[in-house]
């Protein structure tokens, strides 16, 4: 990321932290700014703006250009059919990514703004003495698993092109490289141990307030709970699955049957508030449609009438004033048309998940499966299958790796649907065809590197690679 978009960005997660702090009550503390936490920092300044860390991290999450909808438009998990903006339309769905729009270009500049913060911390916690050796342990557990997130946020949208992983440099130094998207997957584990180190030895609570959403999550001890289901996830996503098994029994992972209805709602979210300054739940837009195939994919209960009951939890069908059901179609395309919304966040103030048990149930079905036992995979899958979706047991049960990836992804279609592209994300991680509506439509990969990136670095052969090549 450039000098001076860096400089901007940071500035403006400092000042926002004026404003709100993830409906938490903390107070301006004079509003701490970035040349202050550099060159002078405090106990105050350091806490504040650690909370500050959930405020980037958040951003843009459930903006309608954000993570869930713009990966789920691409996933074909939703429609934007927005009038005022046809690039949810014409970029997201018919056409390549544009590096220079808000569309494209996006997923680059926050998360390494959110980074830079994180490293102006990790900086100068140690220069501050009113923090105990255990709270300054806490804070960089904290920092580095924060830092794993963004560059997560980062490579699963820009997947083979890479990203950058070398980013405490002051600024106005040389832009550091680009490595490949195994470096970037191997420095977040990286990060996420060396936090949990860190964490484990951060003592009895943090020095500062999380968000609502880290409810149960917001001490070392159980934000490393948190920390190791991250790992978990990513150990899947590079296929180290006996890492993967090793990292969630370390989580907070349970699959006890009579708990289930708590547990599998049980993990951390972006939280949203209407108090005065605070971001709120931008996926509750009239403009946002569910696609038609998450009905018509939808498997049936045990009584052969009633669809999933995941689906029936987070979709409802569109109706008219006398309720016969409506019809939406694209004002720019015909091809796109669907008789469904999303009901899966009912409020603006609705959290939205960052990771919850029911993903890490997912993650453990795989990681069994490839690690050989199968028939664990196959029970893990079912207890998500029949108390979750309300369906019968597998029957057939897969026998091949296709059978079960195939089983797999209808299960977390079905579980994680609209909650952080995991559609898009899944099918290429599996390597899997996504899904288009019409020939002419385009099948968007990956994200490009920002054009204001690319103009900073003189354009490398990164900035070369579009959206949609193989």
């Not at 903006?85 to 926050?110: C, M, Y």
């Not at 029970?379 to 979706?389: D, H, K, M, W």
């Not at 195939?406 to 952080?420: I, N, P, T, V």
Request: net charge negative; aromatic share 8%; with cysteine.
């Amino acid at each position: 990321m450039n000098t001076k978009q860096l400089a901007f960005a940071v500035a403006g997660i400092l000042s926002s932290l004026a404003l709100s702090a993830c409906s938490l009550d903390i107070p301006d503390l004079n509003n701490p700014g970035l040349e202050q936490l550099e060159n002078a920092p405090t106990a105050a300044s350091i806490n504040t703006a650690a909370t500050g860390l959930l405020i980037g991290d958040r951003g843009g999450k459930s903006a309608t250009t954000g993570i869930v909808n713009q990966l789920g438009i691409l996933g074909r998990e939703s429609y934007d059919f927005d009038s005022a903006d046809v690039r949810f339309v014409s970029e997201l769905i018919q056409g390549n990514l544009s590096k220079a729009s808000p569309f494209g270009g996006s997923f680059w500049t926050g998360q390494y703004a959110n980074i830079r913060l994180a490293n102006i911390i990790l900086n100068g916690v140690d220069r501050v003495a009113e923090f105990s050796p255990e709270q300054k342990s806490g804070i960089k557990g904290f920092a580095h698993t924060l830092i794993a997130m963004e560059l997560i946020t980062v490579v699963i949208t820009h997947d083979s092109t890479g990203a950058v992983i070398d980013t405490n440099r002051p600024l106005g130094a040389d832009l550091a490289p680009f490595v490949s998207k195994d470096e970037v997957y191997a420095e977040i584990l990286k990060l996420l141990d060396d936090a949990s180190t860190e964490l484990k030895a951060g003592g009895a609570a943090f020095s500062f307030p999380l968000s609502p959403g880290y409810t149960g999550f917001n001490t070392p001890a159980n934000f490393n709970r948190f920390n190791r289901a991250l790992k978990a996830k990513i150990a899947c996503y590079v296929k180290n699955y006996a890492v993967a098994l090793d990292a969630l029994a370390g989580s907070f992972i349970s699959d006890d049957p009579t708990a289930m209805t708590t547990n599998f709602g049980l993990g951390t979210s972006h939280s949203y508030s209407l108090a005065s300054g605070d971001q709120q739940n931008g996926l509750v837009n009239p403009n946002i449609y569910a696609h038609p195939t998450l009905e018509t994919d939808a498997q049936k209960q045990t009584d052969g009438t009633t669809l999933d009951a995941r689906f029936g939890a987070k979709v409802e069908k569109l109706r008219n004033m006398d309720m016969s059901v409506r019809t939406i179609t694209s004002m720019t395309d015909a091809a796109l048309k669907t008789t469904i919304k999303f009901k899966r966040y009912p409020t603006n103030i609705s959290s939205v998940p960052i990771i919850r048990n029911e993903e890490l149930m997912l993650y453990k079905a795989e990681a069994l499966w490839f690690t050989g036992d199968k028939v664990g995979a196959i029970a893990e899958l079912n207890l998500v299958r029949t108390r979750s979706g309300k369906l019968a047991a597998l029957a057939p049960e897969p026998t091949t790796d296709a059978e079960f990836i195939d089983a797999l992804l209808y299960e977390r279609r079905y579980s994680l649907m609209f909650e952080g592209g995991h559609r898009w994300i899944d099918l290429r991680r599996f390597g899997r065809e996504l899904p288009i509506d019409a020939a002419n439509h385009t099948r968007n990969v990956r994200f490009p590197v920002p054009q204001a990136e690319c103009d900073a670095r003189g354009n490398p052969p990164e900035c070369a690679i579009t959206s949609s090549q193989p």
